[in-house]
């Protein structure tokens, strides 16, 4: 299943009592907020679930599998998210729980 921006709104909304529409514009304004800052080349760092920043490529040939034609990369910034050790690990523990109580289920 994928969460989209209006299904986080949503759940926001529901959760604060507030209207869909000012929880949009929250929502917006810090995606706004840690692209600029990101682009500005600065690092987002949200304690407890990761950071943003920008991270140097350097300039590479690389081959197109489909074609087998080799191609040059520029020289670029890509942005990278990296989690924080809490969140991983939580992730990790739910998910596998997760699997198992499934695996439990198709075995009975």
């Not at 907020?33 to 987002?44: A, F, K, L, M, T």
Request: glycine fraction near 4%; charged fraction near 30%; aromatic fraction near 8%.
């Amino acid at each position: 299943m994928t969460v989209t921006k209006a299904d986080i709104v949503k759940l926001l909304a529901d959760a604060t009592g507030l209207s869909k529409t000012d929880i949009e514009a929250v929502v917006n304004g810090f995606l706004y907020n840690v692209i600029e800052s990101i682009q500005n080349g600065d690092r987002v760092e949200i304690r407890g679930f990761g950071s943003f920043f920008a991270k140097e490529r350097d300039a590479r040939t690389v081959k197109n599998p489909r074609t087998n034609q080799v191609v040059s990369v520029d020289h670029r910034f890509v942005p990278v998210f990296r989690p924080a050790k809490f969140f991983k690990e939580s992730v990790n523990q739910n998910l596998l729980v997760k699997k198992e109580e499934d695996i439990d289920e198709h075995s009975m």
